[in-house]
T-cell receptor, first 107, second 117 residues
Framework: KNEVEQSPQNLTAQEGEFITINCSYS?????LHWLQQHPGGGIVSLFM???GKKKHGRLIATINIQEKHSSLHITASHPRDSAVYIC?????????FGTGTRLQVFP | GAVVSQHPSRVICKSGTSVKIECRSL??????MFWYRQFPKQSLMLMAT?????????EQGVEKDKFLINHASLTLSTLTVTSAHPEDSSFYIC?????????????FGPGTRLTVL
């Protein structure tokens, strides 16, 4: 079993839909990251959080430390949100990556 | 702020040649840089951790003589794939930890796609 599990693996949505991607982890962590990887591979760090909730534009990330679970929400999704979203946790000073969720948003 | 660049973004080479990939922190000093490899449709895998001025620490299964890492300054780390073979074709990504920043925080470069013919 992977230490970081994401669901769903693949997700398609119509433009404007509300999207949720989930991440569960089994190790003790000091922080959790949400990363976005566009086709072509470049990675952008969206959020780093260790508790509570963060919001940036249409993106919201939450974490529940007790349940070892985090969610990434995208409101009013847009085709340009199409990408792979990766959850990663920091265990000591190393990142442990989930396998990613491939999101496609259709106009 | 906190921009990391990689050069080149894409490289195609013949089998047996060596390829150098640069990772630079453009607007901050990076005490630690990380090198990752990502095969198609797979997750990122940490290859090695490099600290400025000291030898890199390689993950299990990564050949240090094949993947030479040099972290000569607080803004530059290089990864050299020596005698590259087709199985080394992959997407190589670096990240950097900012000096004085949170231990948990890493800033990612855009990646380098290596194709070995």
């Amino acid at each position: 079993k992977n230490e970081v599990e994401q669901s769903p693996q693949n997700l398609t949505a119509q433009e404007g839909e509300f999207i949720t991607i989930n991440c569960s982890y089994s190790v003790g962590i000091s922080a959790l990251h949400w990363l976005q990887q566009h086709p072509g591979g470049g990675i952008v760090s969206l959020f780093m959080l260790s508790s509570g909730k963060k919001k940036h534009g249409r993106l919201i990330a939450t974490i529940n430390i007790q349940e070892k679970h985090s969610s990434l929400h995208i409101t009013a999704s847009h085709p340009r949100d199409s990408a792979v979203y990766i959850c990663a946790v920091t265990d000591t000073d190393k990142l442990i990556f989930g396998t990613g969720t491939r999101l496609q948003v259709f106009p | 702020g906190a921009v990391v660049s990689q050069h080149p973004s894409r490289v195609i080479c013949k089998s047996g040649t060596s390829v150098k990939i640069e990772c630079r922190s453009l607007d901050f000093q990076a005490t630690t840089m990380f090198w990752y490899r990502q095969f198609p449709k797979q997750s990122l895998m940490l290859m090695a951790t490099s600290n400025e001025g000291s030898k890199a620490t390689y993950e299990q299964g990564v050949e240090k003589d094949k993947f030479l890492i040099n972290h000569a300054s607080l803004t530059l780390s290089t990864l050299t794939v020596t005698s590259a073979h087709p199985e080394d074709s992959s997407f190589y990504i670096c990240s950097a930890r900012r000096q004085g920043g949170f231990l948990d925080e890493q800033f990612f470069g855009p990646g380098t796609r290596l194709t070995v013919l």
